[in-house]
């Protein structure tokens, strides 16, 4: 196994590619995108992580029940999302 690193993934309105069994830390944003920072080890294959950027005052509750929040970000502008964690796809 290598060294673990935290590394910076954009997140996309699908998700984030990142590596297997990696542990989303935070997400923030940088000029105009969504970032998640994930504890990962570099050795193992990239895979699609289901990250949902669910904005406020968004109805239905599926996506809270299957998944895990992991942080919000106020986007220039003032939206607000709220992050999501599916895990892998």
């Not at 590394?7 to 996309?12: H, N």
């Not at 193992?44 to 599926?62: D, H």
């Amino acid at each position: 196994m290598a060294d673990l690193v935290i590394w910076k993934f954009e997140v996309l309105p699908h998700g984030a590619r990142m590596p297997a069994g990696a542990r989303v830390l935070s997400v923030g944003t940088q000029g105009q995108g969504i970032y998640a920072w994930a504890l990962c080890d570099p050795d193992q294959p990239e895979v699609e992580r289901r990250l949902w950027p669910v904005s406020t005052g968004a109805g239905g509750s599926y996506w809270a029940n299957e998944a895990t929040f992991v942080g919000t970000v106020q986007m220039q502008g003032g939206l607000v999302f709220h992050i999501f964690d599916r895990g892998e796809a």
